[in-house]
């Protein structure tokens, strides 16, 4: 079924690119085939916060087709021939043929994969789901394997847009993996308050022996789990690095959120610096209890010890979320929380048998 919604820049681009000139060949060739027509996977395009600036290498009318497993070694490269001789040169301005390191080679030699010297990539479903997200997502996910793999690599095929599902194959994908179960949301929230736990006192502690440079240096990491605490509240997947605080000023709560943070961030002294993160993490766990989160709980203000420094109590959060939990494996594990809650290293977070592995040794050591 074709998809006559209009998407911005580099989306839009694509999904002319297709109709315009991919979907005409396709029906002379092949009419009864069915196929999916999308870009999803790699590319600031896929987010949607492409700028002219992406524009400076992998970028141009793209779009991948998606055909059935038993007619793609008869019909793909018969269609890729039909391509290559009749789309022209430029579309819309932009060259049809570039060089791209995230396109597969023409040459490849994986099942169910053909590439291109233009924007036009072959793929069945399964193989796709192999190059992209290292394995089958053909059923429903355990928790583990949701902990399992970075927000990242979920919005590799749930961002983007579908033009064409003929099956519903990719359709029933995007849906499966398009936000984390209940119990499995809950526990990644809790994580959440743990890490920011994790250095309640270190702000005060740092500056209250002259490091106000390590004292912004946590205060910097607090406010980023804080933002992506309030991502996971509204239910809204964190892409990488790069386009996380693009992606956070897109929530509904940024707009309020926003300015405690950036008191914290524009803070002169630890005072200061203690006082918007306290601010910032009522304001996240009053959030929760808005939303209707399970378990949330009003925060209090707490101190360690006879220790001058103060903070939102998160451990009483995360344990009334712990408590909300229904799922018993989810409830023995610790509370480290997934793949992109422990691990910083962005090279690990993009393979998925590395985040994978990772996430294993973790939950099985006893």
């Not at 393979?351 to 990772?358: G, I, K, L, W, Y």
């Amino acid at each position: 079924m074709a998809s006559s919604t209009t998407h911005p820049i580099g989306i839009g681009l694509a999904q002319r690119f297709h109709e315009n000139l991919v979907a005409p060949v396709l029906q002379e060739h092949f009419p009864e085939l069915p196929y999916a027509a999308c870009r999803i996977g790699l590319g600031s395009e896929v987010l949607g916060y492409d700028t002219e600036v992406s524009a400076d290498h992998d970028y141009g009318p793209s779009v991948q087709l998606f055909l059935p497993e038993e007619r793609f070694a008869e019909t793909a490269p018969v269609i890729m021939q039909a391509l290559d001789r009749s789309l022209p040169a430029v579309f819309e301005g932009w060259p049809v043929r570039y060089a791209t390191n995230v396109r597969p080679r023409r040459e490849s030699s994986v099942a169910g994969v053909l590439g291109s010297d233009h924007g036009v990539e072959l793929y069945t479903l399964t193989a796709w789901s192999d190059v992209f997200l290292g394995r089958q997502f053909a059923t429903d996910l355990t928790a583990r394997d949701w902990l399992s793999y970075s927000e990242q690599l979920f919005l590799t095929v749930t961002a983007g847009a579908v033009f064409r599902d003929d099956v519903g194959a990719l359709t029933a994908l995007r849906s499966r993996l398009n936000y984390f179960p209940r119990d499995v949301w809950l526990y990644k929230l809790a994580a959440q308050w743990r890490l920011i736990a994790e250095e309640r006192a270190y702000v005060g502690r740092t500056g209250d022996v002259g490091d106000e440079l390590g004292s912004q240096v946590i205060a910097a990491r607090m406010v980023g789990n804080i933002m992506r605490l309030a991502m996971l509240v509204e239910r809204r997947y964190a892409p990488y690095p790069k386009w996380f605080g693009t992606a956070f000023a897109q929530l509904e709560c940024a707009g309020d959120l926003t300015p405690l943070l950036e008191r914290v961030m524009s803070a002169q002294n630890w005072l200061e610096r203690e006082s918007g993160l306290v601010d910032a993490c009522r304001f996240v766990a009053e959030l929760q209890i808005a939303r209707g989160v399970p378990g949330a709980l009003g925060p209090t203000v707490g101190s360690l010890y006879a220790r001058p420094y103060r903070f939102i109590d998160s451990m009483k959060i995360l344990n009334a979320l712990r408590a909300a939990i229904k799922d018993e494996d989810l409830c023995r594990l610790r509370d480290c929380g997934a793949a992109d809650q422990f691990l910083a290293s962005n090279f690990v977070l993009a393979a998925p048998a590395f985040s994978r592995a990772a996430t294993t040794a973790v939950f099985d050591i006893e």
